[in-house]
């Protein structure tokens, strides 16, 4: 059959560098298409997802409304400042979550059923097809309730932030949801080795709640742990501080840095463990 | 588990149901110490948030807690939570509905409710037995901040509270699980019915750090009794008529939830359509 539309000749004419990219995401696109009318056919089902995201992020501001009954600043941050990090956490998880999370869930149990063919053999990257290929659009609603939350909590202190800490902290937001990844990459990658390994789908879970928490609440070698090998204090603290602080030192430098070097060293785990694959079904 | 008490005409069937649950649960033993060891990453982020709360002064009391004292409370609900929450009980009930799995128990003298419950006992054990050391482990590494009773008649009491509390819990779970007669896809009640279980049920915080008026309501509803009761009663927080009230209301839940999850059954039943077979 033929294509009543050819792909634009200006594309081929692309240098490789920009072409590549545009081809990921068109294949995003379709692949995020795909999903919408997935979820549209479960409408109630759809719904009601989002109404269990909004429980467990009630559970969080919950618990700072009752912290914040008994003092007034916690690790030097006050209540509204803290309303901004659960809000930026909730922002960066649920734009990670719409984007890899269900993929990344779902690793473990393709790699034990043997499902995982189906993305090693199409023509694209196997990392790419076997980590954005559902989308989770219920998470759209979820993030912009995180954000409403930064919002508000901006405008209890007062705060005017200028357009440049506005750019820094979706920058550094984009920059917590690369971690996020990179870190859940790395965990459901041991499911090449260990058989069933939801486990490590709860352990992401627990890691996550780390990112809600004010980096200075954490002491010694957790928070050293925490904030160099696996940077999940940074990931929501960041972009917080950008607006309640005016963060602009050496520290973006290597948080991007380090952003980087946890994707790239994730991307090689993946591949290294590609290698023991064994198709269980086939 | 030895031959003969596996022979017994009622109980055997249930203790070999039991016994099948241990092997299960074994066969993936890396799952389980994966759960286990990152289990401890929420008690580390309670340590620090309590230890900021409290402005890292150990002496400080906010609402009648140390930090000593907020700390016990959070070790003490680890082991609770390994003792007596179930972990995939009420997702594995539903999957067996929805893939007609139950088909078989409708034909076999067993009963579908103790069935699932020596499962579920027999993960609790493997769980606790395979957690026990890396928590003694913490509870080792967190002495100094401590603060568990040390007369035995508070643990004498707790016992009971914590074997209600594994009972209240499994039957709620169940009940939530039953669901899945009706609903296709139950993982989100199970979600929104759990996160409030945790808050109004004291998992995120002590209960007694709300204010009063809606602390008196909370003591009403069974999510209470599920954790806050039980870690209540080893804390030393309630008197002893409270104690005794928190028994009755913790025994009146369990029962009406028994009731529930009976009706559940029969209802369900008249509506599953064995799909699959």
């Known amino acids: ?282 | 588990m030895t031959s003969s008490s596996l022979q017994h005409p009622f109980l055997g069937k249930y203790l070999r149901v039991m016994s099948i649950g241990f092997q299960n649960t074994l066969v993936y033993r890396w799952n389980f110490l994966i759960r286990a060891f990152f289990g401890f990453l929420p008690l580390t982020c309670s340590f620090f948030l309590w230890n900021a709360f409290f402005g890292g002064d150990p002496d400080a009391r906010i609402q009648g807690y140390a930090f000593s004292g907020m700390i016990s409370y959070f070790l003490a609900m680890m082991l609770l939570d390994s003792l007596a929450s179930p972990t995939e009980d009420d997702w594995q009930v539903a999957g067996e509905i929805r893939d007609g799995l139950i088909s078989q128990f409708l034909l076999k003298p067993i009963d579908y409710l103790a069935y699932r419950f020596s499962l579920f006992l027999a993960c609790r054990l493997v769980y606790t037995s395979t957690t026990i050391l890396p928590a003694l482990g913490m509870l080792f590494f967190l002495r100094q901040y401590l603060a568990f009773p040390e007369e035995p008649a508070v643990w004498l009491v707790t016992l009971p509270a914590v074997l209600l509390s594994a009972i209240l819990q499994f039957l709620a779970a169940y009940c939530i699980a039953l669901l899945a007669f009706w609903i296709l896809e139950i993982g989100a009640p199970i979600f929104i019915i759990y996160s409030i279980e945790l808050l109004a049920g004291g998992h995120v915080f002590p209960l007694d750090l709300l204010p009063g008026s809606l602390y008196r309501l909370l003591m009403w509803t069974p999510f209470a009794y599920e954790y806050w009761f039980p870690l209540g009663v080893f804390l030393g927080k309630f008197s002893q008529p409270e104690i005794w009230r928190g028994f009755i209301l913790q025994i009146t839940w369990i029962a009406i939830f028994y009731l529930l999850a009976r009706w559940l059954w029969s209802r369900g039943i008249k509506h599953y359509s064995a799909v699959g077979g």
């Open chain 1, 1 to 282: 059959m033929t294509h009543p539309h050819p792909e634009p000749q200006a594309d081929c004419r692309q240098p490789r560098l920009i072409r590549r990219p545009c081809r990921y995401l068109r294949l995003a696109w379709a692949l995020f298409r795909y999903s919408l009318a997935r979820e549209m056919m479960f409408k109630v089902n759809f719904l009601l997802w989002i109404v269990v995201e909004i429980a467990w992020f009630a559970l969080q501001w919950a618990l700072i409304e009752v912290l914040f009954h008994h003092v007034r600043e916690i690790a030097g941050w006050n209540k509204y400042e803290m309303i901004i990090l659960i809000g930026a956490s909730q922002f960066i998880q649920q734009t990670f979550q719409l984007l890899f999370m269900i993929n990344c869930i779902e690793l473990p149990e393709n790699v034990r059923t043997g499902k995982l063919d189906f993305c090693l053999l199409q023509p694209a990257n196997s990392q790419f097809l076997a980590t954005v290929r559902k989308f989770d659009i219920g998470s759209i609603a979820n993030a912009g309730l995180g954000l409403a939350f930064v919002f508000y909590g901006v405008w209890k202190l007062g705060l005017q932030p200028s357009l440049a800490q506005i750019l820094l902290f979706f920058f550094l937001s984009g920059n917590g949801v690369l971690i996020h990844y990179a870190v859940m990459l790395s965990i459901v990658t041991l499911s090449f080795w260990i058989v069933r390994a939801h486990g490590l789908v709860v352990g992401y879970y627990q890691l996550f709640q780390l990112t809600r928490i004010p980096r200075e609440a954490f002491k010694g070698i957790i928070r050293i742990i925490f904030t160099f090998a696996l940077p999940m204090l940074l990931v929501a603290c960041c972009p917080a501080e950008t607006l309640t602080r005016n963060l602009w030192n050496w520290n973006l430098l290597w948080i991007t840095g380090l952003t980087l070097i946890l994707l790239s060293l994730s991307a090689a785990w993946f591949r290294f463990a590609l290698r023991f694959y064994t198709s269980a079904s086939s």
